[in-house]
């Protein structure tokens, strides 16, 4: 697509449901990243796919936190047993390639409530 | 790990008149780049000027400048003939040019354009 898109835009859910969020990056773009924004904070590095592997998990708050990419495309990022503590904007962005800068594009985020 | 700190939570400046950013940030490393991202009220973050740490010049992008110190390691930005378009929350970032799989982000400084 033209752009890194997200869905759903906004998920209010109940504490300790399961919740999926979606990253569809730019097409072609081989490496992608997942971020989280809580209030009032920067942007915390959670983990990156360089195609279908996840080199780097060490940005994953805790087990309940886990994600995937299939077809070196699509990612999902599933939180478990939700707790409100994890209330916050979740961003993806996708590259060209790993370690690449340029073309380094963002997502607007999914604002998740826990409630 | 690297860290990026911007010590101004707000700032307001007067429609055209100049305004500067601050941050700062510590690494070990002599090869990385500095990035100053704009995230407006849709969420996306925009990129508004990067920096390679090995060049001596400072960026530059029309309105918009880099006063980028090495040895201080200090990056602030300068935004010139300000609009009421440049309102949003202004993100510090910095990535390592060896490993180059995550942006450190400082936590940000929200910018009021005063018509």
């Known amino acids: 697509g033209a752009g890194v898109s997200q869905s759903p835009s906004n998920k209010v859910t109940e504490k300790g449901k399961d919740v999926e969020l979606r990253c569809d990056p730019i097409?072609?773009?081989?490496?992608l990243y997942w971020y989280r924004q809580s209030l009032g904070q920067g942007l915390e590095f959670l983990i990156y796919?360089?195609?279908?592997?996840?080199?780097?998990k060490s940005g994953l708050p805790s087990d309940r936190f886990s994600a995937e990419r299939t077809g070196g495309s699509v990612s999902t990022l599933t939180i478990q047993r939700t707790q409100q503590e994890d209330s916050a904007v979740y961003l993806c962005?996708?590259?060209?390639?790993?370690?690449?800068?340029?073309?380094?594009?963002f997502g607007s985020g999914t604002r998740l409530t826990v409630v | 790990a690297q860290t990026v700190t911007q010590s101004q939570p707000e700032m307001s400046v007067q429609e055209a008149e100049t305004v500067t950013l601050s941050c700062t940030y510590d690494?070990?490393?002599?090869?990385?780049?500095l990035f100053w991202y704009k995230q407006p009220p849709s969420r996306q973050m925009i990129l508004v000027i990067r920096?390679?740490?090995?060049?001596?010049q400072n960026a530059t992008e029309n309105r918009f400048s880099v006063n980028f110190q090495k040895a201080a390691k200090s990056f602030s930005l300068k935004i010139s003939d300000s609009q009421l378009g440049d309102a949003a929350m202004y993100f510090c970032?910095?990535?390592?040019?060896?490993?180059?799989?995550?942006?450190?982000f400082g936590t940000g400084t929200s910018l009021t354009v005063i018509p």
């Open positions: 962005a996708s590259s060209p390639e790993y370690g690449r800068t340029n073309g380094y594009t």
């Open positions: 097409s072609g773009h081989t490496a």
């Open positions: 796919f360089q195609g279908n592997s996840a080199p780097d």
């Open positions: 690494t070990s490393e002599s090869d990385y780049y």
């Open positions: 920096q390679e740490a090995y060049k001596q």
């Open positions: 970032a910095y990535r390592s040019a060896r490993t180059g799989n995550q942006f450190y």
